[in-house]
């Protein structure tokens, strides 16, 4: 039986070779005719003659192919395909081969094993291979095996007949003769695959000439060769073939391809569109602007009639003005040499007559001033169809300004690219990559922030050093940064304007992921105009605002406070800026403060020794003063004319210095203080806004306000032995906001004669406890909060608060002494919240008089725990009411003129243990949930509280008429007495 399968078998090869014969023979004569009308019709519909020298053979096509026509004009999505047998190479030659071109900027398509389905080619493959300029096909010996790679050779054959594209054969582990004539082990799998495709004979014959043809091709056998070398080689004639203006001198480019991918998209060249795009490429120095550009043009130049990429337009217009740049532009698109014979006027004139006639890219990089664009003399709108301009800056403002359709920020690289970057700088062989060096790769990208310049500059020094250098030159870089990385970066600081300079160092020493309205005030004080010097800071991308923050990239901060430390490296009394405890502590110790101080800002948390405020005194320039503690020792007899903003948390002496006389300034901070008496008599300070004492317990009376006629804040809240306020706080017209709350000892408060207080709009007394009256309202008309919760001494409510008419909050909740309140508030039309809950001395009278038909704009009406007999039938009348709380009363029933209350979403009736009937309800309105749960904090969590009412509610069917009772939203019934049958209940 064997001896006959034996005999069967060498017939049946004797039998294929012959067919093989005859089927080469036929076919070869057949594609022969093929190819030339194929071309025939291919020239012909290009309108070119159809003569043999047209036709690009196969030898020459591996060459210079890639400036012909048919490529220039092709849309390529890849540089590089990769044909590779997985099992052979993936994770060896390939991979290295794979890494080193995307480093170089090379879009690579290499196949992924789960594109691999089924027998045949997916599309998926096809279109890469049909889509890129390059393929590199790496023969090896279990290469032939898999007729997925054939059919991908096959495929690179054909483009390379049809579309002139070069192909690079490499001999991987096989000898380029075994590949060329299907010998050996590739003679056998070709066997096979005759065996298996018996009756497809075609395609085992097009895949042996697409082999033949391909390996004849000139390529490299790295056998027995360095691979690294042989792997540099490849790349470099990869970069020559496709013509790359810049890959042959940038390297390390991890994760550049999706990113370039994303710009690519974004000057949408795949559009059937020919508009004109311009791009905008923005970001921090160092973050690789440039470097995206570079790899941008490289890959998408081709497709354009001419281009130009023009390097540090900055530069170039400083030497030689705009037409230093012209001539560039000119030189590199329409090849003009001997433009020196040329006027400024005639540069000028050939890129508006000439340039606009061709479709054109044009890459600027470093522009820095918006001039630099604008006397360029070309007109973005004006260009011709499908042109493409790209515009790289540090300065946001000038893309916007002039007229980029999109403008892309670089982001930072994330953590797994900067570790990837950082491997490839600082170890060169796996053998360098040692243990205790690994150990702090962290801390070393900690400190980079994922900025690719950083990230680079650190690797590159730390190559070939030890552990012990590596922990030394962290820490050096501490208070010593890199040179390279920070002379980068100094040039956007460079070119910031004085007071954004002044910014930029504040940001950088004190502000740095603080509250970005805080800053502002603070840098308003300062008189450095923030709106706009902040506008500015973003748009030369030095911070950024997230969660209403501002936020620096380490980087930058470290080269602010390497400018500051640079005035005097050792010596911080000479700092314009003082941010370090340590450094504070030296100054007071030593008494060597200087006037080149002007800011003292130190950390709140950081704990300090006790030492002398004595050398506090000498920084007589000293304009912004923060601090956080009270273990000084000594007395502070001085404090600088020059300050504008004051703020010092736990303030541990009694008073001001008696010389104190800052006319600048604005805000005056002191919370938590050991102030007593904070000035004696009149002082002067024009400027001063804000002031800020609260919970100063030693404080028993405010100082003259007389000399503060526009101050605006003014906090007191917690002044517990605050028994006094200075009358002539009734003269100030610009105040706004006052808050006496928790002033346990405060029993009055009286405004004087003649007092105007326009511009109060928020009033908070709640928490004084023996305050017996309120003030006159009479200067107050625009006052919009009014807050006396907790004061339980209180009796009686000034008649003169019906003249509120802006009033929209008012409480008096827990005024536990509070008998009566004036009726005559007709004019209360804006109050949207009133708050009488607890008031239990209220007589019903008081109150139906108080709740009047004016009150057309009331939300939230609280009247709980009031001892209520009646409700007030004037409630039918507030109809914009939504929520309203009559806990706690001793009511029999709610009037019927509640049903009137079409906006009602929530009531409460809660502990109200008398109560038997409730009206109709069903009149009231389901469609909207009103504006109370929509702008009043905390609302979500009552509504979920409340809605356990709702279920509680059910328990009580039956008991009153409360037809329509259910079309109300939320309804609380806790502990509600019943007299009522309850058998209907279920």
Same mark, same amino acid.
Request: proline share 3%; charged share 20%; hydrophobic share 40%.
């Given at each position: ?11 049946? #090869? ?89 480093? *170089? ?44 790679? /054939?059919?991908?050779?096959? #495929? ?85 073939? $496709?013509?790359?203006?810049? =890959? ?51 890959? +998408? ?11 540090? !337009? ?55 001033? &918006? ?5 360029? %003399?070309?007109?973005? *709108? ?65 400190? %980079? ?31 010593? @940064? ?5 002379? !980068? ?22 502000? *740095? ?16 105009? @923030? ?20 936020? +620096? ?35 007071? #110790? ?18 300090? =020794? ?5 050398? $506090? ?34 303030? @541990? ?12 300034? !604005? ?78 000892? &405060? ?21 004084? #406890? ?81 709740? =009047? ?20 039938? %004037? ?19 709610? @009037? ?60 009580? /069917? ?17 502990? !509600? ?5 309850? =058998?209907?209940?279920?």
């Amino acid at each position: 039986m064997d001896i006959s399968m034996h005999i069967l078998n060498c017939s049946w #090869t004797f039998l294929q070779r012959m067919c093989r014969v005859y089927l080469i023979n036929t076919t070869t004569m057949m594609m022969m005719m093929t190819d030339k009308l194929g071309f025939r019709r291919f020239w012909g519909g290009l309108g070119l003659p159809s003569s043999s020298s047209n036709v690009i053979s196969s030898e020459s096509a591996s060459s210079s192919d890639h400036s012909s026509g048919t490529i220039q004009n092709q849309d390529y999505r890849y540089d590089v395909f990769i044909s590779f047998r997985g099992s052979d190479t993936r994770n060896s030659f390939v991979d290295h081969l794979y890494s080193h071109l995307l480093r *170089k900027g090379i879009f690579v398509f290499k196949d992924d094993h789960k594109l691999r389905k089924g027998e045949s080619i997916s599309s998926q493959l096809l279109q890469a291979i049909r889509g890129s300029r390059i393929s590199i096909i790496v023969f090896s010996k279990d290469y032939p095996s898999s007729s997925w790679c /054939l059919d991908e050779m096959a #495929t690179i054959a054909d483009c390379k007949q049809q579309s002139n594209q070069t192909v690079f054969p490499v001999f991987y582990d096989v000898d380029p003769s075994i590949v060329r004539h299907q010998r050996g082990a590739y003679k056998i799998d070709f066997l096979v695959h005759r065996l298996k495709l018996r009756n497809e004979p075609n395609k085992v014959l097009r895949w042996e000439k697409a082999m033949t043809d391909l390996a004849n091709s000139t390529g490299w056998d790295v056998r027995y060769k360095p691979e690294f070398r042989e792997i540099e080689k490849i790349v470099q004639a990869v970069i020559e073939t $496709l013509g790359h203006k810049f =890959s042959g001198f940038v390297d390390d480019l991890i994760g550049i391809q999706p990113r370039v991918q994303a710009l690519e998209d974004k000057l949408r060249l795949s559009s059937k569109s020919d508009d004109v795009q311009v791009l905008g490429i923005w970001g921090m120095g160092g973050i690789g602007k440039t470097t995206h550009a570079v790899v941008l043009y490289d890959k +998408m130049s081709h497709r354009f009639d001419a281009s130009c990429f023009i390097e540090d !337009v900055s530069k170039l217009y400083r030497d030689g003005g705009h037409t230093a740049v012209q001539k560039q532009i000119i030189h590199q698109t329409l090849d003009e040499k001997c433009l020196d014979t040329y006027s400024p006027i005639e540069i000028s004139g050939i890129v508006r007559n000439r340039l606009h006639k061709i479709k054109v890219l044009i890459v600027l990089d470093n522009v820095d001033e &918006l001039e630099q664009l604008q006397e360029l %003399a070309i007109n973005s *709108k004006l260009l011709f169809r499908g042109s493409r301009m790209v515009i790289i800056s540090r300065d946001e403002h000038i893309l916007k300004v002039y007229g980029a359709h999109v403008i892309h920020e670089v982001s930072l690289m994330n953590d797994k690219d900067a570790r990837e970057l950082f491997y490839t700088k600082a170890f060169e062989s796996e053998e360098q990559n040692s243990s205790s060096c690994v150990e702090l790769i962290p801390e070393v990208l900690k400190y %980079a922030q994922c900025l690719p310049l950083a990230v680079r500059v650190i690797g590159s020094f730390l190559c070939r050093r030890d552990s012990s250098e590596w922990r030394d030159t962290l820490d050096r870089f501490e208070n010593n @940064p890199d040179n390279k990385i920070m002379d !980068v970066l100094q040039i956007s600081f460079d070119g910031l304007h004085y007071t954004e300079k002044e910014i930029f160092l504040h940001i950088a020493c004190f502000f *740095k992921e603080e509250r970005e309205d805080y800053v502002k005030r603070i840098l308003e004080c300062c008189g450095l105009h @923030p709106h706009i010097g902040i506008q500015r800071m973003i748009e030369k991308s030095l911070i950024t605002i997230r969660d209403q923050q501002i936020h +620096m990239h380490d980087m930058l901060q470290e080269l602010g406070k390497k400018i500051v430390r640079n005035q005097c490296p050792e010596e911080p009394e000479s700092w314009s800026r003082i941010w370090l405890y340590e450094d504070f502590f030296h100054v007071l #110790t030593t008494q060597t403060g200087t006037n080149d101080v002007k800011a003292i800002v130190l950390n709140e948390k950081e704990a300090i =020794s006790e030492c002398s405020i004595d050398g $506090l005194s000498k920084m007589k320039n000293l304009k912004l003063l923060i601090l956080y503690h009270k273990r000084f020792s000594g007395s502070l007899n001085f404090l600088s004319q020059k300050l504008r903003y004051f703020l010092w948390h736990d303030y @541990p002496f009694a008073s001001l210095p008696s010389s104190f006389a800052a006319s600048g300034l !604005v805000e005056l901070n002191m919370p938590n203080s050991s102030i007593n008496c904070l000035w004696e008599g009149r002082k002067d300070f024009p400027c001063l806004k804000r002031m800020d004492l609260s919970n100063s317990k030693y404080l028993t009376e405010t100082p003259d306000f007389t000399g503060v006629p526009n101050l605006e804040r003014l906090d007191l809240s917690g002044c517990t032995d605050l028994s006094f306020v200075h009358p002539s706080i009734g003269l100030l017209q610009q105040l706004a906001f006052l808050s006496l709350r928790n002033c346990t000892n &405060l029993i009055s408060f009286k405004l004087g004669n003649g007092f105007n207080l326009s511009s109060l709009r928020v009033l908070h007394f709640s928490g004084c #406890t023996k305050l017996e009256n309120t003030p006159d309202f009479t200067g107050t008309t625009i006052l919009e909060y009014l807050d006396f919760d907790g004061c339980t001494s209180l009796s009686s409510v000034h008649e003169s608060i019906g003249v509120l008419a802006k009033l929209t909050f008012l409480s008096l909740r827990d005024c536990t002494s509070l008998a009566s309140i004036p009726s005559n508030n007709n004019i209360m039309k804006s109050l949207q919240t009133l708050d009488f809950s607890g008031c239990f001395q209220l007589t019903d009278l008081s109150l139906r008089f108080f709740i =009047s038909l004016s009150m057309t704009s009331l939300i939230l009406l609280d009247i709980g725990f009031c001892n209520l007999l009646e409700v007030p039938n %004037a409630i039918g009348d507030l109809l914009c009411l939504e929520r309203l709380n009559l806990q706690g009363n001793n009511f029999v029933a709610i @009037p019927p003129s509640i049903s009137r209350l079409k906006s009602l979403a929530y009531l409460n009736v809660s502990h109200c243990h008398t109560l038997q009937y409730l009206p109709n309800l069903s009149k009231i309105s389901t469609s909207s949930t009103g504006r109370y749960f929509k702008t009043v904090s905390g609302s979500r969590d009552h509504r979920i509280h409340v809605l356990f009412g709702v279920a509680l509610t059910l328990l009580f /069917l039956g008991v009153w008429n409360f037809q329509g009772l259910l079309h109300i939203r939320f309804i609380y019934l806790l502990k !509600v007495k019943t007299q009522k049958n309850t =058998s209907t209940c279920h």
